[in-house]
């Protein structure tokens, strides 16, 4: 059988997408690949694809908790009752049973901190492993997001897993990230498989408010034009929650908010909802979106700048998956970056700070206490947790942590000195990551030359007016607002419970109910 | 003021400046320590324990600091507060607003996670047949829980009729429950669940129907649960489906993990002193664990610790102090009781 009859008998697509045929090719012949891949273009389909027909297991680590699931359900939901996944919310119960399933057909996703855990891998190491895929690669670059001493371990656990092939896959990788990524993971003799961060079909126009007011008059205007289903992105959970009650009161839609401080089951709900086409938009912090595979995303509006320009492709990225027109709108006014900058500010410790932290720790090493978790120890050090777990990031890497013991010996002004260099070197590393996003919207130039030239492309000639900066306005895109009239439910007094309940469990259509 | 401050007035009032603020956090979030379990009992306020379980610490400071600031609450040293005469005033007024609806037992029914459990089965069991009936065999879960996930699916998998059938008899099981409530509460029950193009709708979707408050709204939901689950727990014969989504394995979930090992030890008939050797921790931490089970467990299996007769005469001297402080408690007995057996003897005591 050759690729594209596979294609369709297993997986109901008539064709691959640029990129999927090439990159399943190396993986199939059992080269390390780095494949960069633009947001939506089909990344999943080039592990999956091969997980069905390689010799052995398929590992996938997953750096997102939620993204995770998300992709998982989706996956399962489609009928691969082969994918399965290990993360840090399952009961010991529920994990066990995992590894008792787990076998050459599997296709298993890992969160990050479950690669510190030796028996685990020892059990995954019993059984044969054909590949180890690191998905949304990013982030385990040291310019990625976050800090995770978990991927340190990432080249060691391949290792232990006896040497299976490694795919590693991202949408946003600049050329340092590209090497950086390949050095983690120590990638033997790579094929890099490089496509254009590119996505001609999603439009892109930036609006810079002088108030806050007019900044609002102006989404309003918008969401006139502006087609749905449509995401909102708001810097703070607050936020979304005003946003929300606007569009409410201004009849664009049915909106709902969405951030990671609500409970898993509403976070759930509104997802649904929004998948169902049950909601227009969406009002959301960055807590979602990774996951969300909704293919006829709209319209992606930014109320704000965000942090760097990789978030905002990745982000803007979730609109047109389908590949058909959309548009990626920025709102801002210039107090917008104020936010990004406190809290990148925030991240970082005051040097009279870090010394404090040193110094505690110094003594918890004397007193010879075993390390407390990350919660406790935050409270101990009196800091924010990730800012806790950044350091402890650090102090690993310089072997004054290991496990739960302190090194205190290790803890000098040289150590001191080392750390203060290194955060404020990260520091203004993110500050000019921020202002990259800043420039990317504040220049005349045409803003996709400018996320092109970021992830070191060039513009191809030939796509005009492809956003504001280059003359195109919204109205060039979308002619009318289109609100969505599927899926609309009557309010439940309308017809009452009994009746709701009776469509929902029995269905219109065979009911012979009392 | 919201729902919350009215419930956070109404336990700090109850527990009346005999619990620091922490105390009176734990009773709120139903933190399962034998030392909270057993202030709900003191406190009386059983009920309302437990009713917001996810509120965070900072939530709860800044509310209580703001009431402060608004002259409702007065603090005393070391974290101890007491309603002001005009934070009793606001209470009283809040309770004209504010009702812990008819059916709601927090201490029993949300403490010990078996509401959560049963919500978590029913709905997505409920799930399942909805999308058998419009022939949707896939489905992206409403909940993402892998236990719960398979405990459906053994259901489904054990249904003795056609889902179709099956359908049917949920429909009347469920009719046949919600018929006795108001409609308001039905309404509310029913929006809660998915079915295909039927997403479910958050508290904060359903607030309209109660006062605008979401968690006000979350509590006449998770009123209309714990119904249910006292009703088909009553009458299984007439609830053939509903009854089952309570059932727990024997001692699962309801006590945690380690407390659970304790009580393995403790059934295979070994001593305090032993289980703390076999499992290398402290007296302390094995004697909460015996708290937690005792208050739990209805085998008694600590009756070799404290009998019958020592337990009565503690609880009558708690009764006769009238205070909560069990050191009050201890002083009155002249100290022939340890604190280990005033708790016990507490914690034994059945619901009021
Ligand atoms: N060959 C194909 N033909 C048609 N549709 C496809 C094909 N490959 C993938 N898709 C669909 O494209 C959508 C996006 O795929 P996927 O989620 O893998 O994107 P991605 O590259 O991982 O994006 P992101 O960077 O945002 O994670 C999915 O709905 C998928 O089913
Ligand atoms: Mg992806
Ligand atoms: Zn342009």
């Given at each position: 059988m050759n690729l594209e009859q596979i294609l369709q008998e297993?997986?109901?697509?008539t064709e691959f997408r640029t990129g999927q045929k090439e990159i399943i090719q190396s993986v199939l012949e059992k080269r390390n690949v780095l494949a960069v891949l633009p947001t939506g273009a089909g990344k999943t389909l080039c592990y999956h694809f091969p997980s069905r027909l390689i010799d052995g297991m398929t590992i996938v680590v997953s750096p997102l908790l939620s993204l995770m699931e998300d992709q998982v359900h989706q996956l399962r939901a489609k009928g691969d009752k082969n994918v399965l996944q290990l993360n840090g919310m399952l009961t010991f119960e529920e994990r066990k049973h995992v590894l008792n399933e787990i076998n050459a057909d599997t296709m298993l996703f890992l969160s990050p901190e479950m690669l510190a855990n030796r028996k685990l891998l020892q059990r995954l190491a019993s059984i044969k492993n054909g590949l180890f895929v690191v998905d949304e690669a990013h982030c385990i670059s040291q310019w990625g997001h976050e800090f995770r001493t978990d991927y340190l371990r990432l080249k060691e656990v391949i290792k232990f897993l006896g040497n299976p092939s490694c795919l590693a896959l991202t949408a946003t990788a600049t050329n340092k990230v590209e090497k950086d990524i390949i050095g983690q993971l120590e990638m033997d003799d790579p094929v890099i498989h490089r496509y254009s961060v590119n996505r001609e079909h999603i439009k892109f126009f930036v609006h810079k408010a002088e108030t806050k007011q007019l900044k609002l008059e102006y989404l309003k205007n918008c969401l006139k034009t502006l087609e749905k289903p449509a995401i909102i992105y708001a810097p703070t959970r607050s936020d979304t929650i005003s946003l929300s009650r606007y569009i409410e009161s201004l009849n664009a839609g049915l909106t709902a908010y969405y951030h990671g401080g609500m409970s898993k089951e509403d976070r759930l709900l509104v997802q649904h909802q929004f998948l169902n086409n049950e909601l227009d938009i969406i009002c959301a912090t960055s807590a979602f979106g990774m996951g969300i595979n909704k293919p006829d995303i709209r319209t992606v509006i930014h109320m704000h700048l965000p942090p760097s320009a990789e978030q905002f492709v990745q982000e803007a990225g979730r609109a047109g998956r389908d590949e058909a027109e959309s548009a990626a709108v920025i709102i801002y006014t210039d107090e917008d970056k104020y936010i990004p900058l406190s809290f990148i500010d925030l991240e970082f410790p005051e040097e009279q700070e870090l010394k404090v932290w040193l110094r505690t720790l110094k003594q918890l090493g004397q007193n010879n206490v075993s390390l407390p978790g990350d919660g406790e120890m935050s409270k101990i050090l009196q800091a924010e947790e990730p800012q806790w777990k950044m350091l402890k990031f650090y102090l690993e890497k310089e072997n004054i942590i290991s496990g739960p013991v302190i090194n205190e010996r290790g803890i000098s002004e040289q150590l001191f000195n080392k750390l203060n260099r290194q955060f404020s070197y990260r520091k203004l590393e993110k500050e000019r990551k921020f202002e990259d996003m800043e420039s990317l919207v504040q220049g005349k130039t045409c803003i996709r030359a400018g996320i092109l030239r970021y992830f070191d492309e060039e513009k191809e000639a030939g796509i005009e007016k492809c956003c504001s900066a280059c003359g195109l306005s919204i109205n060039d895109v979308f002619s009318g607002n289109k609100n969505m009239q599927e899926n609309r439910r009557l309010p439940i007094e309308q017809n009452g419970w009994k009746e709701e309940l009776a469509q929902m469990l029995i269905g219109p259509k065979r009911r012979t109910i009392r | 003021m919201s729902c919350l401050e009215w419930i956070i007035l109404t336990l700090i009032n109850r527990v009346n400046g005999q619990r620091t603020s922490g105390g009176v956090y734990h009773l709120l979030t139903g933190k399962r320590s034998a030392q909270t379990i057993q202030d709900a009992r003191l406190f009386d306020c059983y009920k309302i324990a437990g009713s917001v379980k996810n509120l965070s610490r900072e939530r709860f400071e800044d509310s209580v600091s703001l009431m402060l600031k608004k002259g409702f609450l007065s603090e005393s040293e070391g974290n101890y507060y007491l309603l002001t005469s005009k934070g009793k005033e606001v209470l009283q007024t809040l309770d004209k607003k504010y009702k812990?609806?008819?059916?709601?037992n927090g201490g029993k029914y949300e403490w010990s996670g078996l509401a959560p459990v049963y919500w978590e089965r029913f709905s997505l069991f409920f799930q399942t047949l909805a999308s058998f009936a419009v022939n949707e065999k896939q489905f992206i879960p409403v909940s993402y829980r892998l236990d719960t996930q398979r405990w459906v699916k053994q259901r489904i998998r054990e249904l003795q009729q056609p889902a179709a059938t099956a359908s049917e008899q949920l429909y009347n099981e469920l009719v046949e429950f919600l018929h006795q409530l108001p409609e308001r509460e039905a309404e509310l029950f029913v929006s809660r669940l998915t079915a295909p193009g039927h997403t479910g709708r958050t508290f904060d979707q359903l607030s309209y129907m109660y006062a605008g408050d979401p968690l006000y709204t979350k509590l006449f939901f998770q009123s209309v649960l714990h119904l249910l689950i006292k009703n088909t727990g009553e009458n299984p014969g007439k609830y053939p489906f509903l009854?089952?989504?309570?059932?727990?394995?024997?001692?699962?979930?309801?006590?945690t993990a380690s407390a659970e090992e304790t009580n393995k030890l403790l059934k295979k008939g070994k001593t305090l002193e032993e289980i703390m050797g076999i499992r290398g921790l402290k007296r302390s931490t094995i004697e909460d664990h015996i708290i937690e089970i005792a208050i739990y467990d209805k085998e008694n299996i600590s009756n070799h610790l404290i009998n019958e007769e020592e337990a009565s005469v503690i609880l009558r001297a708690a009764e006769e102090t009238g205070s909560k402080r069990l050191k009050q408690i201890k002083d009155k007995l002249g100290g022939k009781y340890s604190y280990f057996q005033i708790r016990l003897a507490l914690a034994r005591q059945r619901e009021r």
């Open positions: 297993k997986f109901g697509h | 812990l609806p008819a059916y709601f009854h089952t989504f309570a059932e727990i394995k024997k001692g699962k979930q309801i006590l």
